[in-house]
């Protein structure tokens, strides 16, 4: 790893940062976007429970699953992919940095019979983003309704534990299974926008699940 010192890293990051800001400057705040959220730190990051998996606070042991996924061309093709290993690292720091710097972010997902990194799902918001409902596994791990079991658990905590008042979020034109997940999360398009990236998507809001208590 080629190590770089606090000012050149700094001058990097702050690079990297116009991008999205000067798309931001050029669009209507009040119409397209809520601000970012100014709650406190949480002092821990929730663990959840599903029947087969548990949403853990990621970490350095997520790395390999992190390198897999966005480093392959497929895989992460609706999430920015691929990236080199570096920006993989990145972004798992990003999410890692998250629930510190905003009180929510994403969980990785474990499987509870052997604890092995599958994906992530959870809540995601950049810089002159909307916040959104978020998830991706391994490509050998789709297709089981992880990613709905996920997602239910997601959504139930921020309705019933951190007391939101609506969870959404929004889909790729030409991402199918996220769009059909998002169906079967009962998701009701109530949106069509404009992005920072200068595409427009859908937004969906997505509803306490069935059978969750009041």
Do not use: K, M
């Given at each position: 790893m080629r190590w770089v010192t606090c000012a050149a890293a700094a001058a990097k990051l702050t690079a990297a940062a116009t991008v999205p800001l000067q798309w931001w400057k050029g669009m209507n705040s009040v119409r397209y976007f809520r601000p970012m959220d100014a709650r406190p730190a949480p002092t821990h990051v929730p663990t959840l429970q599903t029947?087969?998996?548990?949403?853990?606070?990621?970490?350095?042991?997520?790395d390999d699953a992190y390198q897999r996924f966005y480093t392959d061309a497929e895989a992460?093709?609706?999430?920015?992919?691929?990236?080199?290993p570096a920006a993989a690292w990145a972004r798992l720091a990003f999410d890692v940095g998250a629930w510190s710097l905003q009180g929510f972010g994403v969980w990785a997902l474990q499987m509870r019979h052997d604890q092995t990194v599958v994906g992530v799902?959870?809540?995601?918001?950049?810089?002159?983003?909307?916040?959104?409902?978020?998830?991706?596994?391994?490509?050998?791990?789709?297709?089981?309704?992880?990613?709905?079991?996920?997602?239910?658990?997601?959504?139930?905590?921020?309705?019933?534990?951190?007391?939101?008042?609506?969870?959404e979020t929004y889909t790729n034109d030409h991402n199918l299974p996220a769009r059909a997940l998002v169906a079967r999360?009962?998701?009701?398009?109530?949106?069509?926008?404009?992005?920072?990236?200068?595409?427009e998507r859908h937004v969906y809001h997505l509803p306490r699940p069935a059978g969750s208590p009041a």
């Open positions: 029947d087969r998996l548990e949403l853990v606070p990621p970490d350095r042991r997520c992460s093709a609706a999430y920015g992919g691929p990236l080199n799902c959870g809540y995601w918001q950049g810089r002159g983003w909307p916040r959104e409902l978020t998830w991706w596994l391994l490509p050998e791990h789709r297709g089981r309704g992880l990613a709905l079991e996920a997602s239910r658990a997601a959504i139930e905590h921020a309705y019933g534990v951190w007391g939101w008042q609506a969870v999360l009962g998701g009701v398009r109530i949106d069509r926008r404009l992005f920072p990236d200068g595409d």
